[in-house]
């Protein structure tokens, strides 16, 4: 069964910093995808950036950053010199080919205090 | 551009009460599906659908009903509602979900407390 593991609950960091959110997942299938989520304090859900296991070039986008390694099963999101707009709850996410369902992590809060 | 709508945004139902929490889209997606969040387990999924007249069972289906007799529709029913069923629930859709790395479009949530 696939499952996706955010082992930080909670992340507080001063403006400026760089922080980085991890992201391990367990999965079957040679084939896959993997997301990411942000949902500030208004409730949302904002899609920002998927993955295909068949890619491993690590992306960025402004200050956002995201590091696949399919041979430690980590997808793992750095945000560089944080705001204190950054401050949300992001979920790491997966996706089989082999089935419909999307399966989320428990989420890290990250608190970035100015 | 609507995408995702949930409604109502709160609801506060007493135990035993039934209620229907609404989800449309103008997407045309065929998958659509709803999850609940509560604290410290991310989202979770009850049900799912893969297209009109097609529903299934997600990780923490019991004591919530689906149907999907249109595209755009897919409402969730509390058939005998519980304080265990307090918790936040989303909807979400997706182009297609068989095989696909698209991503879901979330509604705004829906808020539920039992009392």
């Known amino acids: 069964a696939q499952k996706v593991t955010q082992a930080q609950t909670e992340i507080s960091v001063v403006e400026k910093e760089d922080v980085t959110l991890d992201c391990v997942y367990e999965t079957r299938d040679t084939t896959y995808y993997l997301f990411w989520y942000k949902q500030p304090p208004s409730g949302e859900l904002v899609f920002l950036i998927r993955r295909n296991s068949f890619d491993e070039q690590n992306e960025i986008s402004g200050r956002y950053s995201w590091n696949f390694q399919k041979s430690t099963s980590s997808f793992n999101f750095t945000i560089t010199a944080s705001q204190v707009v950054d401050s949300a709850v992001y979920f790491c996410a997966l996706k089989e080919t082999s089935g419909s369902r999307l399966t989320f992590g428990e989420g890290t809060q990250l608190t970035v205090n100015p | 551009n609507a995408g995702v709508t949930q409604t109502p945004k709160f609801q506060v139902l007493k135990t035993g009460q039934s209620m229907t929490l609404q989800c449309a889209q103008d997407m045309n997606h065929e998958y659509m599906s709803w999850y609940r969040q509560d604290p410290g387990m991310g989202l979770r999924l009850i049900h799912y659908?893969?297209?009109?007249?097609?529903?299934d069972q997600g990780e923490v289906p019991n004591g919530y009903n689906v149907s999907r007799s249109t595209t755009e529709d897919f409402p969730l029913r509390l058939l005998s509602a519980a304080p265990s069923q307090t918790s936040v629930y989303f909807c979400?859709?997706?182009?297609?979900?068989?095989?696909?790395?698209?991503?879901?479009?979330f509604g705004d949530g829906t808020r539920l407390s039992i009392l």
């Open positions: 659908s893969v297209g009109a007249g097609i529903t």
């Open positions: 979400a859709s997706s182009a297609t979900g068989q095989v696909s790395n698209q991503p879901q479009h």
